[in-house]
């Protein structure tokens, strides 16, 4: 149990002195700001007394009315006024820095603490696994659960990753499709490919764009299954796999190139919006599942933590 007390009691210092951080930090700005107004009024002192030094215009003026000397007193003691507040808010700023190097010291070895301490955690957990007591069979079955939500977190992350690809082709294809005049004569078979009369590298490259978007809407779609397969979202890709089943139909009712384009491009563009919703659906319940994910490790250490006190 000492190991415990000593590991929290340096969790506990740890914390302090990164709020502590927080709050230098912030008086570093301000302190920051105060040293370069206080140079600038420094600076515009020592340049007024300068300029009676000098006798500029100024201090020639004072020296025929006989207040030179009375003028280039209070100058004098005005620069020497405003370079004392400099010199005090630059040692006010250093303190601070100094302050903070030895904060950031203190908390340079958190991440090996936090590790020691979640090892320590874990140990217990374990411990308390093999006792089989009503607070064991408690762990287990938050355990089980955290379990359960990473593997639907990784499926989701699987299915953004499909989405974010099949994105990019998306875009990729709809800027082909748009520059439709440098396609040259060309034609739309039923399957959505292009064919051409003369071997064009667009043509090449939209066919090309078109098959990796039918591959990927049916990546993206396996992907989605597999989530719903372990969490209930409400995600719809039929009209997703309608467009990849028979790519491009509509195409066929435009009479001339620029009007077969279009259509291309429109069609896209409508798949586009439903993956965009899609994708922001697959956030967002990601979000939510991370949150219930960290809610349920907080219990089980909030469980050991007790038990350990009890102790």
Known sequence: MDGYNELIETLQKIRRSEERL???????VL??????????????????????????????LHL??????????QEEREALIAKNQYEFALEELNVCMKEIELVRDRIQNKFTVERQYETFLKNQEQILLRQHTALGEKIKDLTEKEYYLS??????????EAGQYLEKLFLNIIHCLDAGEDLGVVDILESGLLVSSCINETVKETNSNLVLIQQAIQKYHLEVMD?????????????LLQFSDRFLIGVLQGKELSDKLKIASEMIKEMEVILTKNMETLKTKKMEVKLERQQIKDSKVQMIETALEIK
């Open 227 to 239: 989530v719903m397969a372990l969490y209930t979202l409400n995600l719809d890709t039929n009209k």
């Open 31 to 60: 302190l920051e700001q105060k040293v370069r107004e206080k140079k600038e009024i420094m600076e515009k002192e020592s340049y007024d007394v300068d300029k009676l030094e000098g006798l500029s215009i100024s201090g020639f």
């Open 151 to 160: 593997e639907v977190i990784c499926e989701i992350e699987e299915a953004e």
């Open 22 to 28: 927080k709050v230098l930090l912030d008086n570093k």
């Open 64 to 73: 025929i009315k006989g207040t030179l000397i009375d003028k280039l007193d």
